[in-house]
């Protein structure tokens, strides 16, 4: 493990370390004095069972806290809100299979998992447990639930188990567990000093008073981008269409509902963001007419109702840009890459994320997952696989932060 990066990123960092009723829990303190050394302070959150392995004494020695075992703590009745709420991060090491359960279904039973609750820093988690409990279907279901959530569930290792059996469980070295947390550190905090303006959601183009054109646009791969923007560090606002979502605390919210309420907020924040990431599903086009009141049938088989096209926000926006780095999408349905690159280059944009609406498998509006294509002016080109939208979120400002903000965006057309 390279020590300078340690002290880059886990110095003067607040980490919860959650110790469950594993034989690896001995192994914690090994890591909690790994991170000790690194400059992070270590709050100790411990299993009932997990004390039946490790006392608690060990571990307030080396951390210099005290350590909560219980949600009736009496010196701090509400350790499950004031310790995540200072965390800049949550490592469970090791963590049992129960633990997986319960964190996967949300269930709140003990100290440590109803901490989860209120954690809205990143979640690490490292598992130990014998080989055949790890395959076992319900535990993969767990994992998989919690890494589509975007917590880092660290796969055990294969070796010796407790049970003398070889296989995988092993909980992860030392050196991997405290690399884990290290990097998600180093992420959390690159988007630091960025104004970031996300748009999301579908708009809704009024008929009349009970009628609206719209699409089928959740908000979801917005409000995942608002999401993961604020964990890495960003000030966020999220102009958002019409969605049953709830934007993650802290994050500056505008509703609006037409396309015209969404330009009108785009622009007003629009000169203080630094990157726009344009999300939403605007409705192309709207009623050129909106009635005042219900239009009624009055015998008609047929009606003719006359739209006319809506403002391109983004286009608009990107002709007063002054430094801003701008980010599109591009929903298509056939001929992805040549759609996704014309508008890449007639909306004068940085990067664009095409994704293919149609896709079977997961993907598309209102899923949890989505697979996507980001295309830059400088012609890179990045696959990302079908993934949750909140990791794919991640990937979005891993590459908007690597072509554009590290290397400043050269404009070239495109062919
Ligand atoms: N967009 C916008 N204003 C509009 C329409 C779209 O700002 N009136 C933005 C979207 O938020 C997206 C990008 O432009 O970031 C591309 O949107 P998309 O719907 O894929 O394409 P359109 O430009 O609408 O073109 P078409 O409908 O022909 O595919």
Redesign the pocket.
């Known amino acids: 493990m390279d020590e300078a990066r340690l002290v880059t990123h886990l110095s003067g960092k607040r980490v919860v370390l959650g110790v469950t009723g594993s034989i690896a829990a001995y192994k914690a303190v090994s890591v909690l004095r790994a991170l000790r050394c690194a400059g992070a302070t270590v709050s100790v959150v411990m299993t009932k069972a997990a004390t039946k392995f490790v006392t608690p004494r060990t571990f307030e020695v080396l951390s210099g806290e005290r350590v909560v075992t219980d949600l009736f703590d009496a010196h701090e009745p509400m350790a499950h809100l004031t310790i995540p709420e200072r965390a800049d991060v949550v490592l469970v090491a090791p963590a049992t299979a129960n633990f997986l359960a319960k964190a996967a279904l949300g269930l709140a039973d003990d100290v440590l998992t109803t901490m989860l609750l209120s954690a809205r820093c990143p979640v690490i988690v490292a598992p130990a447990m014998d080989g055949d409990m790890w395959t076992h279907p319900p535990v993969v279901q767990h994992v998989q639930t919690l890494r589509s959530r975007g917590v880092v569930v660290l796969d055990p290792e294969v070796g010796p188990l407790a049970s003398g059996q070889i296989a995988q469980g092993r909980l992860s070295e030392e050196p991997k567990i405290v690399a884990a947390v290290d990097s998600a550190m180093a992420s959390r905090c690159d988007w630091q000093n960025q104004v970031v303006l996300v748009?999301a959601g579908p708009t809704q183009e009024p008929i009349d008073p009970v009628r609206f054109l719209s699409n089928r646009s959740s908000g979801k791969m917005g409000y995942a981008i608002a999401a993961a923007a604020k964990a890495r560090g960003a000030e966020v606002i999220l102009v958002s269409g019409p969605s049953s979502l709830s934007p993650e605390p802290g994050i500056t919210t505008v509703r609006v509902n037409t396309?015209a309420e969404m330009a009108d907020a785009l622009f007003r924040h629009f000169p203080t963001c630094t990157v726009l990431i344009?999300?939403?599903?605007?409705?192309?086009f709207r009623p050129k007419e909106s009635f005042a009141q219900k239009v009624k049938k009055q015998g008609k088989t047929d009606m003719v109702l006359e739209l006319e096209?809506?403002?391109?926000?983004?286009?608009m926006l990107s002709a007063r840009r002054t430094s801003q780095i701008m980010v599109?999408?591009?929903?298509?349905t056939e001929h992805i890459l040549s759609?996704a690159t014309d508008?890449l280059n007639a909306?004068g944009l940085d990067l664009i994320v095409a994704n293919d609406v149609t896709q079977t498998g997961g993907g598309g509006f209102g899923s949890d997952d989505n697979a996507a294509i980001i295309l830059s002016a400088r012609g890179e080109q990045r696959d990302l696989g079908l993934m949750s939208k909140r990791r794919l979120a991640d990937e979005i400002l891993t590459a908007v932060h690597e072509l554009c903000l590290v290397r400043p965006c050269q404009k070239v057309l495109v062919q």
């Open positions: 748009s396309a344009m999300a939403a599903a605007v409705a192309d096209a809506t403002p391109d926000i983004l286009a599109g999408f591009a929903a298509e759609h508008k909306k």
